[in-house]
């Protein structure tokens, strides 16, 4: 039997497990001496898509990328599942069929319950069949706080590349899940949630983007990216910046969580959605009368959010039609309208 224990109350004091601010971690990878770019390279640090891709043959590449964060739901098993859709999903993002993975485990082995951990891992197992994925191994560490998450690779074709570059104006923006996470995850940490609506947020982070993915197969995808810890904002505005296109984001089609506008009203802000609000608001322009609680909930740093894609206007309503009928939650939230590389927030 687990032992019980609020998962989300063991990260030390001030940590609060979420990704470095882009802020910071652009001026750690400007510092980095400029080395020559391998030739198969395709996709690399140059960018700021989701994954790296790395050309093996004429017609194969993987795809690899590596994501993990302290808890931010308490239930063990469903911690696993959190971090193991949140690691693949930048597969899918990119365009790729993840394939393997391998655990990273960071666990206070003498303080709690082995139990715990079982389930966390037993958790990411359920969730990387699911995805028909297969874990080939891992690594773990002694720490003074549970961590986890998971290395990926995928394969793809070189020539079917989804990047967060190819926006054009035109296109149309469709988001496949709803923002608010980090709000919620904030508010559960505080016992702020009824126990339907962890049930609902926990729901919406362990969802694979699996069926999006396969979904957009049949789409011209011109960029594609997921939204993560930058934010719904943040991500778009590096697909502006990559697409050199301005785009516009309509703030009433985004779908936000029920209630998370209330309880960011009440302070369930976490400090990462405000690190990401700060960082990009220099280049996006908000209406006039738009409040500052609504700013930061289109900053909201996510866990395990949907995907973000730019489709061709011709494609738009059928993709979103295509996406329903299979059971995806989509909206479509916006345009690319001209070549500024900024946002602008209607």
Not at 301 to 329: F, I, R
């Amino acid at each position: 039997m687990t032992q019980s224990i609020k998962l989300t109350t063991l990260t030390t004091k001030g940590g609060c497990g979420c990704k470095i601010g882009p802020a910071d971690l652009s001026n750690v990878l400007k510092a980095l001496p400029p080395k020559e770019k391998h030739p198969n390279l395709l996709v690399g640090l140059e960018t700021s898509d989701d994954a790296g891709v790395f050309q093996l043959t004429e017609d194969l590449a993987i795809v690899q990328t590596l994501d993990f964060f302290t808890p931010i739901v308490n239930d063990p098993y469903d911690f696993g599942q959190v971090a193991a859709a949140n690691a693949i999903s930048d597969v899918y993002a990119m365009g790729g069929k993840p394939v393997t993975a391998l655990n990273i485990v960071a666990f206070p082995i003498s303080k709690l319950d082995k139990s715990i951990l079982s389930d966390i891992l037993k958790g990411a197992g359920d969730k990387l069949a699911e995805a028909g994925v297969t874990l080939v191994g891992g690594h773990s560490i002694d720490d003074q706080e549970p961590k986890f998450g998971l290395a990926v690779t995928g394969t793809i074709h070189p020539d079917r590349i989804r990047t967060n570059a190819g926006a054009q104006i035109g296109d149309k923006l469709i988001l496949t899940k709803p923002i608010g996470v980090g709000i919620m995850t904030t508010a559960l940490k505080n016992e702020l949630l009824t126990d339907t609506e962890v049930e609902h947020v926990t729901k919406i982070m362990t969802t694979l983007n699996k069926t999006a993915a396969e979904v957009m197969d049949a789409y011209t995808i011109h960029a594609s990216t997921d939204i993560t810890g930058f934010g719904l904002l943040g991500h778009a505005l590096e697909m502006a910046e990559a697409s050199h296109v301005g785009l516009t984001v309509y703030a009433d089609d985004v779908p936000v969580l029920s209630r998370a506008k209330e309880l960011a009203e009440g302070g369930a802000i976490p400090g990462g959605s405000k690190n990401n609000y700060a960082h990009i608001k220099d280049r996006v322009t908000y209406p006039a009368s738009m409040s500052q609680v609504d700013q930061w909930i289109l900053s909201d740093a996510v866990t395990s959010g949907g995907l973000l894609v730019a489709v061709p206007e011709g494609e738009a309503e059928q993709l979103l039609n295509d996406l329903k009928e299979n059971g995806v939650h989509a909206a479509m939230i916006g345009e690319a309208t001209d070549h500024t590389g900024r946002i602008t927030v209607s």
